[in-house]
Every structure is written in structure tokens, then in C-alpha cells.
């Protein structure tokens, strides 16, 4: 199967670095090695590499998940914070008329990323 090629803007990368870096020193903080901490999240050891390295071809699921495996925040906030910040979020949406807020398949749909 061939690699997806994927460009990213200048910041974006900056962002998967920073969170590669984080997840990796939290991983050796942990006295974890790839191998231990790829078993604890269910990837093959080289997702933990390219994680580590900031590739944007990891799903952004595995990325989260080893986030929160290794105790590092996103966004900012701990687990309880997220979980609070989603519930406002939602409320909020649900206040907004149907019109105004579509899916982003509704909004986005023939617009290629």
C-alpha cells in the first residue's frame, strides 16, 4: 500500500513535534520503552516511533490515546477538564437553530482538504 502524502501548514508540524516530544519524554519518564508502551496501547512499535517523531500519518486517535496513556494534557486540560469542556461545547451547539449548524460534511461537501 502506498504512503498518503500529506502536506502541513508550518505550524501544524510544529504542533505534532511538540506533542511527539511531549509523549516521548513522558514515555522515559515512565521508564517505558517503545515495545512496553506500544503493548499498552495495541500499535506495532514503529507507531510509537513515528508518534514520537511528529508524523502526521498516525491517526489522530492513536495519538490522543497514547496522550492520555502517558498522562499528557491536551488542550491544556486533564481528562475531567476535556470531558467538561466537550459537554459545554455540545451544549452550545444544541442551542443553535438546525440551519446554522450542519454537519461539516454539509458544509464542507466537494472541498477537498
Do not use: C, Y
Not at 7 to 25: I, K, M, N, Y
Not at 38 to 52: K, N, Q, S
Not at 71 to 91: P, W
Amino acid at each position: 500500500m502506498a504512503k498518503r502524502m500529506i502536506t502541513l501548514t508550518r505550524p501544524s508540524a510544529d504542533a505534532l513535534a511538540v506533542l511527539g516530544q511531549q509523549l516521548h519524554e513522558a514515555r522515559l519518564d515512565k521508564g517505558w520503552t517503545v515495545i512496553d508502551t506500544a503493548g499498552r496501547l495495541g500499535v506495532d512499535p514503529r507507531t510509537v516511533r513515528a508518534i514520537e517523531h511528529g508524523s502526521p500519518t498516525v491517526t489522530i486517535g492513536t495519538v490522543f490515546n497514547a496522550a492520555f496513556l502517558l498522562g499528557v494534557n491536551l488542550f491544556g486540560l486533564d481528562s475531567q477538564a476535556l470531558a467538561e469542556a466537550r459537554r459545554r461545547g455540545e451544549d452550545t451547539l444544541a442551542l443553535l437553530p438546525s440551519r446554522v449548524r450542519q454537519t461539516r460534511r454539509d458544509r464542507f461537501d466537494g472541498i477537498d482538504f
